[in-house]
T-cell receptor, first 115, second 111 residues
Framework: DAGVIQSPRHEVTEMGQEVTLRCKPI?????LFWYRQTMMRGLELLIY????????DSGMPEDRFSAKMPNASFSTLKIQPSEPRDSAVYFC?????????????FGAGSRLTVL | GENVEQHPSTLSVQEGDSAVIKCTYS??????FPWYKQELGKGPQLIID?????GEKKDQRIAVTLNKTAKHFSLHITETQPEDSAVYFC??????????FGKGTRLHILP
């Protein structure tokens, strides 16, 4: 398996533009997580899905952020409009629920810079 | 909700010496405590984990300890090597599908 695949790896955009980050989880994993990493706040859980259904989005900072999982092999995190304070590395992770523990497999991350 | 505190934020040790990273958590319902290692330009990767019914677990040069009463858990790396240089995250899981991470410790192994 190629692991969790995220795209783009790097994105530089201007304030006000829409940003879409993409994630392909490991085949067979039925939980998917979006995390944001910054120096100040570390790894923050934004939202997670079980069987394509959003379970907890309490970490989504504000209405400018939205996430979807239309099928078991694809998820998006969208920021519209983007702001400089959204600059961070965004990680997607997946796990096989029911193994008694959430062993997360992370993607390589998408580094977002908003100018 | 769960809150995980991690110390120190930066740690430098001489190659061959031991490194210890400490974490505390707030939610007594947490029963699973993983540790992740993040190398430069990569996502975090699980290196070891411990459940609340166990006080200590060891895997080669890495060991974790858990004190549920005090809500403390620690990572110990012995005989450190250059490839141990990375950012390490502790985490606590208060319920299925929710893992809360500490802010990370940047470990430098000095030659």
């Amino acid at each position: 398996d190629a692991g969790v695949i995220q795209s783009p790896r790097h994105e530089v955009t201007e304030m006000g533009q829409e940003v879409t980050l993409r994630c392909k989880p490991i085949s067979g994993h039925n939980s998917l997580f979006w995390y944001r990493q910054t120096m100040m706040r570390g790894l923050e859980l934004l939202i997670y899905f079980n069987n394509n259904v959003p379970i907890d989005d309490s970490g989504m900072p504000e209405d400018r952020f939205s996430a979807k999982m239309p099928n078991a092999s694809f998820s998006t995190l969208k920021i519209q409009p983007s702001e400089p304070r959204d600059s961070a590395v965004y990680f997607c992770a997946s796990s096989a629920r029911g193994n008694g523990a959430n062993v997360l497999t992370f993607g390589a991350g998408s580094r977002l810079t908003v100018l | 909700g769960e809150n995980v505190e991690q110390h120190p934020s930066t740690l430098s040790v001489q190659e061959g010496d031991s490194a210890v990273i400490k974490c505390t958590y707030s939610d007594s319902a947490s029963n699973y405590f993983p540790w992740y290692k993040q190398e430069l330009g990569k996502g975090p990767q699980l290196i070891i984990d411990i459940r609340s019914n166990v006080g200590e677990k060891k895997d080669q040069r890495i060991a974790v300890t858990l004190n549920k009463t005090a809500k403390h858990f620690s990572l110990h790396i012995t005989e450190t090597q250059p490839e141990d240089s990375a950012v390490y995250f502790c985490a606590a899981s208060p319920r299925a599908d929710k893992i809360i991470f500490g802010k990370g410790t940047r470990l430098h192994i000095l030659p």
